[in-house]
């Protein structure tokens, strides 16, 4: 073991994590027991392109601020970020990309040997960072010890942005900080009013601004600490709308939580595009124990707290020795969040931690795994998290080596590949056929393909629509396997057996030529070749009625009706029986042009209801002679 610090990416399916992969770093890191790395944030577009930041070690042994472009869940090689006149270290803490290459960071450098810090922003394009530029402090910053943190930002569409943070104040004090974001350029940070009950001295408020995440165009809520008068740390909700920050919010935490204030506080904040967002954080419970914390928060009201659950494996927290802490939360959805961070194992050894969130509750959590060949005891943690789809995340976080590095880590978190396509519709010789095969899950596109059996003959599946088409000419049924990957990482393929089956042919022909209706039996004979059948017949009169408004409109009344169940190209003549009514009715003329329709039901793999005119014929009906009553009286 060396000692060193490395970078890494997980995946995660469904709040699962999958396999982590470690990040190459630039020319200029440090290797072997000298390196150290971490990835802080990561944001992605719609397309599954995205961009995490962080820091490394370089071979002067100075932190310098890094970039890495990531696709697909695949990441690239870090670039270094080289800040203004920067003569310390310097790093990069959040990242938003609201569009496909267009992103900004945020961070940290140091304008001197006296490790005196200034706020950064820098415009990430197609994941190559641009000139970085300096954040400008309210009129009551310290002068002679200029010290600010830039810990979050988010854009929305157009390129403007908020970011937030903290800052020095000229009496010793730290108190939150936004800062207003315009196509790449911060503007001058706005100071966050804090509770009725922050502690009111200098020195002694150590407040921060941790995370921030807007729904829409100046619709932002940050989340983070302050100190209350008990002189403990408590969580912190601030809304921000297109005035800057509002009035900030206090958390009720859990029923378990420790009665006197101890170290509470609220790590991230994530916004669906409608609906509630959800904050992240921990709180210290009443065995001592450090607990994951949720709270859902909408249109700026806080909710109550939620307690996390913790994997199996986890210490119990009544031993004092669990140690965990949600750092992260994305949500893609509405009422669909996943939450990253760590918890300590039965040994006593950091893990990750990743939690979904649905509908304001948190479900089971899960632990994230290290990459092949890594020790089981790795001391690891995820630290950053960002969805593009419900559960299809980036997580990023570090974790120590097996040769004692500090090695940073990219999660690509997916959901599972699935075939959603139940079952194909029937086909019809000579006609053409166009049916798209459907799937969900996964990164980026999908590769199809047929793994077993065949598609019938003049048939086709495209391999990158899904889209199975031609013109069938074997009447047959043909079963055959299909088969689905991801282009995402890691892979995922899935299969689902299908068949494609041929429309039955339902042939009519009627007991007599003309269908003569001179008595009140009708006959027909119905036959289901190809797959058995059931359903219907009908014989029709298709009329037509005039309206008031001289229009006319065409009506059926059905004549007669009767049922019928086929087996497999079997035949039957269906007797049906004229109604009285039905009789009357064609007593009113000596001709009707009638149709005969056949309504069917076949399964064969799928569902079909077919509704099939035949043909229309002409019905001779025998007049009624109606007899004359004698008028009463009349008699004698």
């Known amino acids: 073991m060396t000692g060193a ?9 469904n709040g699962v994590a999958g396999q982590t992969v470690a990040v190459a770093l630039p020319a200029n890191a440090q290797s072997g027991p000298g390196e150290a790395a971490s990835l802080s944030a990561v944001s992605c577009s719609p ?11 370089d071979t002067s042994g100075v932190t310098d601020a890094l970039v890495v472009p990531i696709s697909l869940g695949v990441a690239g090689t870090g670039v270094e970020v080289t800040p203004p006149g920067a003569s310390g270290e310097s790093f990069l803490r959040a990242v938003s990309c609201p569009a496909t290459g267009a992103c900004v960071a945020v ?15 820098v415009a990430v394009s197609a994941g190559a960072p641009g000139a970085p530029a300096e954040v400008k402090l309210p009129s009551n910053a310290a002068t002679s010890t200029p010290s600010v943190w830039v810990n979050s930002v988010s854009c929305w569409a157009g390129g403007s942005c908020f970011a937030a943070g903290e800052y020095l104040a000229a009496g010793g004090a730290v108190y939150p900080l936004v800062i207003p974001v315009a196509g790449g350029i911060a503007g001058t940070g706005i100071e966050t009013t804090l509770p009725a009950d922050a502690y009111a001295g200098t020195i002694a408020q150590q407040s921060a601004l941790t995370s921030l995440a807007c729904q829409a165009m100046a619709s932002c809520v940050a989340v983070g600490y302050y100190v209350d008068t008990s002189g403990g740390s408590r969580p912190l909700v601030v809304p921000i709308g297109g005035a800057g920050p509002a009035a900030a919010g206090e958390v009720t935490l859990p029923s378990n939580a420790a009665a006197a204030t101890l170290d509470d506080g609220l790590n991230g904040v994530a916004c669906p595009p409608s609906g509630p967002c959800a904050a992240v954080g921990y709180y210290v419970d009443t065995d001592g124990s450090d607990e994951a914390l949720a709270v859902p928060v909408s249109g700026g009201a806080v909710a109550a707290g939620l307690q996390a659950s913790l994997p199996a494996n986890a210490a119990a927290s009544s031993t004092t020795d669990q140690d965990a802490s949600l750092n992260a939360v994305s949500c893609p959805v509405s009422g669909s969040c996943l939450a990253v961070g760590d918890f300590s194992d039965a040994s006593y050894y950091q893990q990750g931690l990743a939690v979904p969130i649905a509908s304001g509750a948190t479900g089971a959590a899960s632990e994230t795994t290290l990459p092949v060949g890594e020790s089981a005891n790795p001391d690891a943690s995820l630290d950053a998290v960002t969805c593009v789809a419900s559960a299809s995340c980036v997580a990023l976080g570090q974790y120590s080596g097996s040769t004692g590095q500090t090695e940073a880590f990219e999660s690509s978190l997916q959901t599972p590949l699935t075939i959603s396509t139940p079952s194909l519709p029937l086909t019809r010789a000579g006609v053409r056929y166009d049916t798209a095969l459907t799937a969900t899950g996964a990164w980026g596109s999908y590769g199809w393909s047929v793994s077993s059996g065949r598609l019938p003959a003049g048939m086709s599946l495209n391999a990158q629509t899904g889209v199975i088409s031609g013109k069938r000419k074997n009447p047959r049924t043909y079963r055959f396997t299909v088969r689905v990957s991801g282009t995402g990482s890691p892979a995922q393929t899935v299969s689902r057996a299908l068949s494609l089956a041929p429309e039955p042919v339902i042939t009519l022909s009627l007991s ?31 009329h037509e009625v005039t309206l008031k408004n001289h229009k006319r409109k065409r009506e059926l009344t059905v004549i007669v009706r009767a049922s019928y169940s086929l087996s497999k190209r079997h035949a039957r003549t269906v007797k049906m029986e004229i109604t009285k009514a039905g009789l009357r009715f ?18 064969t793999g799928a569902s079909v209801s077919k509704r099939t005119k035949v043909y229309a014929v002409v019905a001779k009906v025998k007049a009624t002679r109606k007899t004359k009553r004698p008028r009463r009286g009349a008699e004698g």
């Not at 610090?5 to 995660?12: D, G, R, S, T, Y």
């Open 5 to 13: 610090e490395q970078a890494i990416v997980v995946p995660e399916a």
């Open 47 to 57: 397309s599954g392109t995205c961009v995490a930041v962080g820091e490394y070690l």
């Open 107 to 121: 961070g940290t450098y140091g304008i001197d040997a006296n490790a005196y810090q200034a706020g950064v922003v």
């Open 512 to 542: 007599r030529t003309g269908l003569k209706l001179s008595g009140r039996d009708v006959s027909i004979r119905v036959r289901c070749s190809i797959a058995a059948c059931r359903g219907s017949v009908e014989v029709v009169y298709p």
């Open 586 to 603: 064609l007593d009113r003329t000596r001709r009707h042009r009638l149709s005969v329709v056949v309504e069917a039901t076949v399964k």
